[in-house]
């Protein structure tokens, strides 16, 4: 009996102990938590570890709000404090960008693999204003204006990921998303899947050149070029639909060029070269 009795009252401090931290973490409209969270994250350098565990989870759960002081906290403590401000950082970062896919979720198939070449960009384009150049580009068909790029950069200096998801998402549930594109992307994600199942570069190049691998290499290309105002447009958004990148400037020279003469079906050429290259089979 005296054992139940020890664990029900733990389990009662327990209860108050959560109840007390969202109480804290209550926030009116427009309040201003500022200090709140500069105790807190004094707290995380603390002697007691109980405080320091405590602190940390009162600024996880406060969540993006508690990013700006965090940021500003940052290398400027203790190499305890350092390691924690750090540690909560990733965990809210981490956070964010969870809730972000998870909205992704309610969108089509053709919306959804947006997401996945977003995901690939990220990882391949190091230039900020090149990436938000090239999430505009596959959901929209057009290039930022300036104001639009430096917006955007200031959301990617936040967190890069995170900030060209929300990017994408507001473009693809926009009006001027390009549904062309979509359709390109989703032909080129699922002719990636298809060979990532094959070993090694000859057996990929030998399923490419089936029929239906053609068909499909034309399906992408037709896209494109409804989508495509302009040539220029149409390389890079060839190059960044198969490879997540945009095209060297001796690659687009090379193309431009050869998309001048117009004879026979150049476009459809261009994406088969492509997607034919090494560095597309090797993988993307």
């Known amino acids: ?32 938590r500022t200090d709140e969270i500069a105790k807190w994250i004094a707290q995380l350098g603390a002697a007691d570890f109980r405080t320091r565990e405590q602190a940390g989870k009162m600024l996880e759960m406060l969540g993006e709000k508690s990013l700006p ?7 400027n403590g203790t190499p305890e404090s350092n390691r924690r401000v750090d540690l909560v950082i990733e965990r809210i970062e981490t956070n964010l960008v969870k809730a972000e896919e998870k909205t992704w979720k309610d969108l089509d198939a053709s919306q959804r693999g947006i ?19 090239a999430v505009y580009l596959i959901c929209t068909g057009q290039r930022p204006t300036e104001m ?6 200031q959301q990617l200096s936040k967190h890069r990921l995170l900030g060209a998801l929300k990017l ?11 549904r062309d594109i979509a359709v390109a ?9 298809d060979l990532g199942a094959a070993f090694g570069v000859p057996e990929r190049f030998r399923l490419l050149n089936r029929d239906d691998s053609t068909k ?15 040539d220029a447009t149409y390389c890079d958004l060839a ?6 990148r945009f095209p060297k400037t001796s690659e687009s020279n090379t193309l431009l060029n050869f998309l001048k003469g117009r004879n026979g079906d150049p476009a459809g050429e261009v994406v088969w070269a492509i997607i034919n290259s090494a560095e597309f089979l090797k993988g993307n």
Not at 6 to 21: D, E, Q, W, Y
Not at 69 to 75: D, Q, S, V
Not at 185 to 193: D, I, S, Y
Not at 220 to 227: G, H, V, Y
């Open 148 to 153: 639009e790029t430096r917006h955007a950069q």
């Open 216 to 230: 499909v290499a034309m399906e992408i290309r037709t896209s494109l070029a409804k989508a495509a105002k302009a």
């Open 239 to 244: 190059f960044l639909v198969t490879c997540a």
């Open 1 to 32: 009996m005296r054992q139940q009795h020890v664990l029900r009252g733990t389990s009662i401090h327990g209860i108050l102990a959560v109840a007390c931290l969202f109480c804290t973490l209550a926030v009116l409209p427009g309040q201003d």
């Open 168 to 178: 994408a998402r507001g473009q693809v549930e926009s009006k001027q998303f390009n």
């Open 69 to 75: 002081e965090l940021r500003k906290a940052k290398g």
């Open 115 to 133: 997401r996945e070449r977003v995901l690939k960009l990220v990882g391949r384009i190091s230039s900020d204003a090149d990436l938000v150049s």
């Open 185 to 193: 992307n989703a032909r080129v994600l699922k002719l990636q899947t």
